[in-house]
């Protein structure tokens, strides 16, 4: 028989516990994946301990024999069963789950590492889709001045204790209709590292339309990671993303954003697309970014307002389901023949992952990270930016709002009832707080298409990386 467990991976600390564990077993072209939820190992099954599983927690041995003799050898059975128990007894399947005790235990205080500065709220596009009311979000159209920028660059040295790292990512908008405020806000936050024993890492999001040298120039030397927005195909890109005349951009910014690809040695950057209902088939779109020559690839689902045309529904999910898969398999076979690429939710690190604050609460919108506006507001995110009852402080007076800041801090997977039960509650760390809000009016309601959408992406990226490490 072959061994039950061909590899194991490592995510989480293991220390004894009592509560019964939690596993998750698919199969995905012939191959047979077991996850073990609370301590993070994968192994990898053959038919019969595959089936055995089915049985183990709910039969003795004996009757699971009696099941499964009319298919498989006696002894092979029982070696199988007695492989799994001894899975079992290292702690590698069936683990107890340490965090939900630990949690209440684990004190935090909360620290700021991070902004969103609305650079601009105002966009030289009209995306169909845009959660921003095209770039305004649901006000006036305005910029953020140097001065405010400067505020939110002493609010985040006073908010971030002693952490040195801290990250500035621009936003908008477009940030580049703004671009002489985002040169001084970072020449500011430089001059202010050695003095505050901070050290600033910056990124911006741009359309690209307005993209010139100039700013290449300026971002590659000053700006560690740029995200470059465009959705795929032209028909798809020009469906969803156009001027404010009506014109699609698909082939003013494609040179433009290759450049950049080149410039930064295909790295430190990503193409960043999102699919709706229009393109149900974005494993092309994927694909086609791929084939253009982009190394760094993003292209994730919208999230948008129910019958708005072109929001996903529950009978979508088959089709995506089936488009994950389809990448998936290209994914491996691209890799394995030399012509690699990086599919971000595809890219997901088996052998140490993310903090245990990270796999339990998430990005850590709303306490380690808040969003700024024009004016200096704060917000949890930016996706809450304008919802008055989220409002946070304003950098202008250096002030946060605490109750809010608790609110974030608390939630996590285990303040979710769907999360508790999840298997893929340590992977998507309980889901996006203002999708929740969008569609349940409350934070610690996972958005459920969110959801079906991230089991799958996971089910492929552990299935990629078993490919890849049996090579």
């Given at each position: 028989m ?5 590899f ?23 191959t ?11 192994h990898?099954?053959?038919n019969l301990?595959?089936e ?6 709910n ?6 024999v009696?099941r ?46 991070a902004?969103?500065l ?36 002493e ?9 040195r ?13 703004n671009?002489?405020a985002?040169?001084?806000?970072i ?10 024993n ?8 741009t ?11 300026y ?26 005349d009506?014109r699609?951009i698909y ?6 954003i ?5 410039s930064?040695?295909?790295d ?12 149900l ?15 760094q690839?993003?292209?994730?689902p ?30 491996v ?13 595809f890219?997901?690190?088996?052998s140490?992952?993310?903090?245990v ?16 506006t024009?004016?200096?507001d ?7 930016v ?5 409002k ?7 002030e ?18 769907e ?16 999708n ?5 009016q409350?934070i ?7 959801c ?6 996971v ?13």
């Amino acid at each position: 028989m072959k061994q039950v467990s061909l590899f194991t991976f490592l995510m989480f600390f293991k220390e004894k516990g009592v509560k019964i564990g939690m596993i998750h077993k698919f199969s995905m072209f012939g191959t047979n994946l077991v996850i073990d939820v609370n301590s993070g190992a994968i192994h990898l099954f053959d038919n019969l301990s595959y089936e055995i599983l089915d049985h183990y927690k709910n039969c003795d041995k004996e009757t699971i024999v009696d099941r499964l003799t009319s298919k498989y050898d006696r002894n092979k059975i029982v070696e199988a069963i007695e492989e799994i128990a001894s899975l079992e007894k290292e702690g590698l399947l069936y683990s107890a789950d340490e965090y939900q005790d630990y949690l209440p235990l684990w004190e935090r205080k909360p620290v700021v590492k991070a902004l969103c500065l609305h650079i601009s709220h105002d966009c030289n596009l009209r995306c169909k889709y845009c959660f921003a009311g095209t770039g305004n979000f649901g006000g006036h159209r305005t910029h953020m001045s140097p001065e405010v920028g400067k505020k939110a660059i002493e609010f985040l040295i006073q908010q971030s204790g002693n952490r040195r790292n801290l990250e500035i990512d621009f936003f908008g908008g477009e940030p580049l209709l703004n671009f002489e405020a985002v040169k001084e806000i970072i020449e500011y936050a430089r001059s202010r590292e050695q003095e505050s024993n901070k050290k600033f890492k910056f990124t911006l999001t741009t359309n690209a339309l307005l993209l010139n040298e100039d700013h290449k120039k300026y971002i590659n030397e000053n700006i560690q990671n740029i995200v470059l927005s465009i959705d795929g195909r032209k028909e798809t890109n020009d469906r969803m993303r156009f001027r404010v005349d009506g014109r699609g951009i698909y082939e003013d910014i494609l040179p433009k954003i290759l450049e950049v690809a080149e410039s930064r040695n295909q790295d430190n950057y990503y193409v960043r697309g999102t699919f709706t209902r229009e393109n149900l088939d974005f494993s092309e779109d994927v694909l086609h970014l791929a084939d253009l020559g982009f190394k760094q690839v993003s292209v994730e689902p919208v999230v948008a307002a129910k019958d708005s045309g072109y929001d996903l529904r529950e009978e979508d999910l088959p089709k995506l389901y089936d488009e994950y898969e389809r990448l998936a398999k290209e994914y491996v076979s691209r890799i394995q023949n030399g012509n690699w690429f990086n599919f971000f939710h595809f890219m997901i690190d088996l052998s140490q992952g993310p903090c245990v604050a990270k796999r339990l609460g998430g990005c850590g919108s709303g306490h380690e990270y808040v969003a700024v506006t024009p004016e200096g507001d704060i917000y949890p995110c930016h996706q809450f930016v304008g919802m008055e009852e989220f409002k946070m402080g304003s950098v202008m007076e250096g002030e946060l709002n605490t109750k809010v800041q608790s609110t974030f801090k608390n939630s996590n997977v285990y303040t979710k009832e769907e999360c508790k039960q999840c298997w893929a509650k340590f992977y998507c760390s309980g889901g996006c707080a203002a999708n929740a809000f969008q569609f349940n009016q409350d934070i610690n309601i996972p958005y459920r298409i969110g959801c079906e959408l991230e089991k799958k992406r996971v089910e492929c990226a552990i299935w990629a990386k078993a490919q890849l490490a049996e090579e």
